[in-house]
Protein backbone atom coordinates (compact mmCIF):
# COMPACT_ATOMS: atom_id res chain seq x y z
CA UNK A 1 0.00 0.00 0.00
CA UNK A 2 1.14 3.36 -1.20
CA UNK A 3 1.13 6.06 1.51
CA UNK A 4 -0.27 9.28 -0.23
CA UNK A 5 0.93 12.36 1.08
CA UNK A 6 -1.02 15.49 0.47
CA UNK A 7 0.24 18.10 -3.07
CA UNK A 8 0.64 21.48 -1.54
CA UNK A 9 0.47 24.12 -4.11
CA UNK A 10 2.53 27.65 -2.92
CA UNK A 11 0.48 30.49 -3.49
CA UNK A 12 2.70 33.87 -4.13
CA UNK A 13 0.98 36.61 -3.38
CA UNK A 14 0.77 39.09 -6.25
CA UNK A 15 2.38 42.08 -6.65
CA UNK A 16 1.02 45.59 -5.99
CA UNK A 17 2.08 46.94 -9.69
CA UNK A 18 0.36 43.74 -10.94
CA UNK A 19 -2.49 44.43 -9.53
CA UNK A 20 -2.96 48.46 -10.53
CA UNK A 21 -1.80 47.27 -13.94
CA UNK A 22 -4.91 44.74 -14.13
CA UNK A 23 -6.94 47.24 -12.71
CA UNK A 24 -6.18 49.69 -15.04
CA UNK A 25 -6.92 46.84 -18.13
CA UNK A 26 -10.05 46.24 -16.48
CA UNK A 27 -10.82 50.07 -15.85
CA UNK A 28 -10.18 50.63 -19.56
CA UNK A 29 -12.06 48.17 -20.57
CA UNK A 30 -15.24 49.19 -18.55
CA UNK A 31 -15.23 52.50 -20.06
CA UNK A 32 -14.81 51.68 -23.82
CA UNK A 33 -17.76 49.32 -22.90
CA UNK A 34 -19.61 51.80 -20.46
CA UNK A 35 -19.67 54.21 -23.37
CA UNK A 36 -21.26 51.39 -26.12
CA UNK A 37 -23.64 50.65 -23.37
CA UNK A 38 -24.98 53.64 -22.02
CA UNK A 39 -25.25 54.50 -25.94
CA UNK A 40 -27.21 51.60 -26.64
CA UNK A 41 -29.36 51.37 -23.64
CA UNK A 42 -30.10 55.27 -23.70
CA UNK A 43 -33.58 55.43 -25.54
CA UNK A 44 -34.70 53.03 -23.17
CA UNK A 45 -33.50 54.88 -20.10
CA UNK A 46 -35.08 57.45 -18.52
CA UNK A 47 -33.25 60.50 -16.60
CA UNK A 48 -30.81 59.35 -13.99
CA UNK A 49 -30.92 55.77 -15.00
CA UNK A 50 -27.62 55.87 -16.60
CA UNK A 51 -26.63 53.11 -13.94
CA UNK A 52 -27.70 50.23 -15.53
CA UNK A 53 -23.95 49.81 -16.70
CA UNK A 54 -23.12 48.20 -13.56
CA UNK A 55 -25.38 45.31 -13.82
CA UNK A 56 -22.85 43.62 -16.67
CA UNK A 57 -20.02 45.44 -14.83
CA UNK A 58 -20.97 43.37 -11.47
CA UNK A 59 -21.75 40.21 -13.63
CA UNK A 60 -17.99 40.59 -15.16
CA UNK A 61 -15.93 40.79 -11.91
CA UNK A 62 -18.47 38.44 -10.06
CA UNK A 63 -18.63 35.71 -12.35
CA UNK A 64 -14.95 35.95 -14.29
CA UNK A 65 -13.49 35.91 -10.43
CA UNK A 66 -16.01 32.87 -9.15
CA UNK A 67 -15.30 30.69 -12.41
CA UNK A 68 -11.43 31.40 -13.57
CA UNK A 69 -10.53 33.91 -10.54
CA UNK A 70 -9.50 36.56 -13.40
CA UNK A 71 -10.69 39.25 -14.95
CA UNK A 72 -8.74 39.75 -18.36
CA UNK A 73 -6.93 42.59 -16.59
CA UNK A 74 -5.74 39.97 -14.24
CA UNK A 75 -5.27 36.97 -16.91
CA UNK A 76 -3.10 38.99 -19.22
CA UNK A 77 -1.07 40.21 -16.00
CA UNK A 78 -0.76 36.61 -14.94
CA UNK A 79 -2.16 37.31 -11.11
CA UNK A 80 -5.67 35.71 -9.80
CA UNK A 81 -8.14 35.87 -6.64
CA UNK A 82 -8.57 32.82 -4.43
CA UNK A 83 -10.16 32.32 -1.81
CA UNK A 84 -7.56 32.70 1.12
CA UNK A 85 -8.67 29.56 2.90
CA UNK A 86 -8.35 26.83 -0.07
CA UNK A 87 -6.47 29.11 -3.20
CA UNK A 88 -9.32 28.02 -5.26
CA UNK A 89 -11.19 30.53 -7.25
CA UNK A 90 -13.73 32.42 -4.69
CA UNK A 91 -16.88 31.14 -4.12
CA UNK A 92 -20.29 32.39 -5.85
CA UNK A 93 -20.79 34.59 -2.57
CA UNK A 94 -17.18 35.63 -1.96
CA UNK A 95 -16.94 37.19 -5.44
CA UNK A 96 -20.25 38.73 -5.56
CA UNK A 97 -19.57 40.13 -1.81
CA UNK A 98 -16.23 41.56 -3.70
CA UNK A 99 -17.67 42.38 -6.83
CA UNK A 100 -20.92 44.36 -4.86
CA UNK A 101 -17.88 46.33 -2.47
CA UNK A 102 -16.07 47.44 -5.20
CA UNK A 103 -18.77 48.94 -7.78
CA UNK A 104 -20.90 49.86 -5.16
CA UNK A 105 -18.65 51.79 -2.32
CA UNK A 106 -17.79 54.96 -5.10
CA UNK A 107 -21.62 55.91 -5.62
CA UNK A 108 -22.02 56.32 -1.91
CA UNK A 109 -22.99 59.90 -1.43
CA UNK A 110 -20.25 62.12 -0.46
CA UNK A 111 -17.85 59.55 1.20
CA UNK A 112 -17.84 56.98 -1.63
CA UNK A 113 -14.83 58.17 -4.01
CA UNK A 114 -12.46 58.67 -0.60
CA UNK A 115 -13.55 55.24 0.36
CA UNK A 116 -12.81 53.44 -3.05
CA UNK A 117 -9.48 55.31 -3.07
CA UNK A 118 -8.87 54.18 0.73
CA UNK A 119 -9.80 50.37 -0.51
CA UNK A 120 -7.07 50.59 -3.49
CA UNK A 121 -4.35 52.21 -1.05
CA UNK A 122 -5.07 49.93 1.48
CA UNK A 123 -2.93 47.16 -0.55
CA UNK A 124 0.41 49.28 0.60
CA UNK A 125 -1.17 48.64 4.42
CA UNK A 126 -1.67 45.17 4.27
CA UNK A 127 1.04 42.59 4.14
CA UNK A 128 -0.78 40.09 1.82
CA UNK A 129 -1.46 43.24 -0.69
CA UNK A 130 -5.46 43.08 0.13
CA UNK A 131 -7.92 45.91 -0.98
CA UNK A 132 -10.77 46.04 1.81
CA UNK A 133 -13.05 44.23 -0.57
CA UNK A 134 -10.20 41.42 -0.43
CA UNK A 135 -11.04 41.42 3.40
CA UNK A 136 -14.31 41.34 3.57
CA UNK A 137 -14.32 38.31 1.11
CA UNK A 138 -11.40 36.65 2.70
CA UNK A 139 -9.70 36.42 -0.85
CA UNK A 140 -6.28 37.61 -2.03
CA UNK A 141 -4.70 37.75 -5.00
CA UNK A 142 -1.83 35.49 -6.30
CA UNK A 143 0.73 35.84 -9.00
CA UNK A 144 -0.64 32.53 -11.11
CA UNK A 145 2.51 29.75 -11.94
CA UNK A 146 3.67 29.36 -15.07
CA UNK A 147 2.40 26.65 -16.60
CA UNK A 148 4.89 23.42 -16.75
CA UNK A 149 6.66 22.60 -20.30
CA UNK A 150 5.37 18.61 -21.69
Known amino acids: MVNATPHTVRLWIAPRSARFA ?3 IDLLLWALLAIWIE ?7 QEGEELVVLVPE ?12 QTLGKALLGI ?3 ARATGNPP ?20 VGWIVALANGLHIFRDRRHRC ?5 ADT ?6 PKAAG
Open 39 to 45: AAADPFL
Open 80 to 82: KVV
Open 140 to 145: VVVSVP
Open 22 to 24: AFF
Open 58 to 69: FLYYWLLHARYG
Open 132 to 136: YHDRL
Open 91 to 110: SFRESAVRAGFYLMVPLLPL
